[in-house]
């Protein structure tokens, strides 16, 4: 038995000339019955339409989650509190705009930023770069996220100071790596003989904290705005998002958004039967269900999409990685581990536990038709790419027999296909949107909460007593209600 269906069509899902293919998840037309009634049972089709009329579903924060205004290109009115939140969107968009015309002569930009600050951008930044003809303005994009010194060494030694813009992007402006990284940067400015009105000149901030920006240096004139109702992993559309303006125009940037405004209102308007993202985290749930799956990942064969995975590690894992739900109760299920990296070369790397090792791992398999670059070998390559792909799934699912249990392929390991036309800007706004938009739907199937992230606070609390007693040189801290003996020995140990 593999796991192909009686009739390959019902499989075949599509929207904007996206083609998902289900038909390696081995859901017959029961089963699908049985999902959307459950998903119906769930309130899916209230909870989407209550995401997107600004209803304050976001409820440990009390507020909504509106990022989808950020890319309401047709301007339709969204209200929050009776408010209309789109000219204040649209002002970003004209400020956003006006600065791509005027920036001249700018070698390098440093965007320091980190989570959702950063994934989001440098994804983009990095798959746009592989269009071919993109036209590029020619300045170098850096991205500075880590703590570590040695990603800050690395990019000053490349930019060149009296060219460089400096972008701070933090929602709350007081991210430690992001104010420590900025404050580095500045001073690399200063030694480098850069005057203070010079360094005025090349700072800017997006901050949803616009007085915490000012206090820190920057004029008010070089500060975007962004608000509360828009998490920092779906902040890419926002002035998060300006480096993939500046870098590849502000119309590149419009087409990214317009991807995404599409798909959000395929994600509002398709009944459930015909709705990618609801689709998609149906056949998720239902190998949770039948499984127990603890991991799934996401395979883009497109190097483009390298970074692909790790943008929706954190997307899924910070949205649904909870064991309680919205009532504070315990839940059966929530986001598995995400993984993944490029096909072909994620094949030459852990395939091996896909196809023979002893937990059944979902994968989306994600591919292009046209091949990301006009080199004269392109087309060629493209069709080995492609059908390494497609030989990928169908042996995950059908298996392999053999009398040497070693050459044994269990198969009934379930994948999606999903097929975009091309990669551009259009369909890179198209796939993260529906990605979100899963996310979304996986976590009203959970009756979780999708939009906060209280999990990720606590380490950072206990960092602080941690790095004063580092900063102490002593090696004879001990135990207290901050440090645990393990953490003051290894203190210790540090500090010896």
């Not at 009115?77 to 969107?89: E, F, H, K, R, T």
């Not at 991210?175 to 900025?182: D, K």
């Not at 998720?284 to 497109?302: N, S």
Request: hydrophobic fraction near 45%; proline fraction near 5%.
């Amino acid at each position: 038995m593999t796991l192909q269906a009686n009739s390959a069509p019902q499989n075949l899902h599509s929207a904007l000339d996206i083609v998902l293919d289900t038909a390696y998840q081995g859901v017959d037309k029961a089963a699908w019955k049985n999902l959307f009634a459950s998903a119906r049972q769930s309130k899916l089709e209230q909870f989407i339409q209550d995401l997107f009329a600004g209803k304050h579903i976001n409820n440990s924060e009390d507020r909504p989650a509106l990022h989808s205004a950020l890319r309401n290109l047709t301007k339709t009115p969204v209200l929050i509190n009776g408010l209309d939140v789109m000219p204040a969107v649209s002002g970003v968009w004209h400020r956003i705009e006006a600065l791509c015309n005027k920036w001249v002569g700018v070698t390098d930009v440093i965007h320091i930023g980190i989570g959702g600050s950063d994934f989001g951008p440098r994804l983009a930044i990095e798959a746009l770069a592989h269009v071919p003809g993109i036209e590029s303005r020619g300045m170098r994009m850096h991205f500075l996220a880590n703590i570590d010194t040695a990603e800050l060494a690395r990019i000053l030694a490349r930019a060149h100071p009296h060219s460089t813009r400096v972008i701070i992007v933090s929602k709350s402006f007081t991210t430690l790596e992001t104010t420590m990284n900025a404050k580095a940067v500045l001073a690399w400015l200063h030694e480098s003989g850069c005057t203070k009105g010079q360094i005025a000149h090349a700072l800017y901030a997006v901050t949803a904290n616009i007085p915490a920006a000012k206090e820190f240096g920057v004029e008010e004139e070089n500060i975007f705005p962004f608000w509360d109702w828009v998490g920092g992993r779906y902040s890419v559309w926002s002035a998060v998002g300006l480096p993939i303006a500046l870098q590849y125009g502000f119309e590149t940037f419009k087409q990214f958004l317009a991807g995404a405004e599409a798909m959000d209102l395929h994600f509002k308007n398709a009944p459930l039967e015909e709705n990618l993202p609801v689709i998609m985290a149906l056949t998720l749930l239902y190998q949770q269900e039948k499984h127990d799956i603890k991991a799934y990942a996401a395979i883009p064969y497109a190097d483009a999409l390298d970074w692909f995975p790790k943008w929706l590690q954190q997307l899924d894992m910070e949205s649904n990685g909870k064991s309680v739900d919205r009532d504070g109760k315990p839940v059966k299920h929530s986001s598995p581990v995400v993984f993944g990296s490029a096909g072909s070369n994620a094949q030459h790397s852990y395939f091996q536990l896909f196809h023979q090792g002893t937990e059944i791992i979902p994968i989306d398999f994600i591919a292009v038709r046209e091949p990301m670059s006009d080199r004269p070998e392109a087309l060629a390559h493209h069709r080995i790419l492609l059908s390494n792909c497609l030989a990928q799934a169908q042996a995950l699912a059908n298996g392999k027999t053999a009398s040497n249990p070693n050459d044994v392929y269990p198969g009934k390991r379930p994948s999606n296909l999903l097929l975009l036309p091309k990669l551009n800007a259009f369909y890179l706004g198209a796939l993260l949107s529906l990605y979100e938009n899963r996310t979304a739907t996986l976590g009203a199937l959970w009756n979780i909460n999708s939009f906060d992230q209280p999990g990720v606070e606590y380490g950072k609390v206990l960092a602080k007593p941690i790095e004063k007693a580092l900063a102490s040189h002593q090696n004879d801290i001990a135990a207290s209600a901050d440090i645990d003996a393990v953490t003051a020995a290894r203190i210790n140990l540090l500090n010896s």
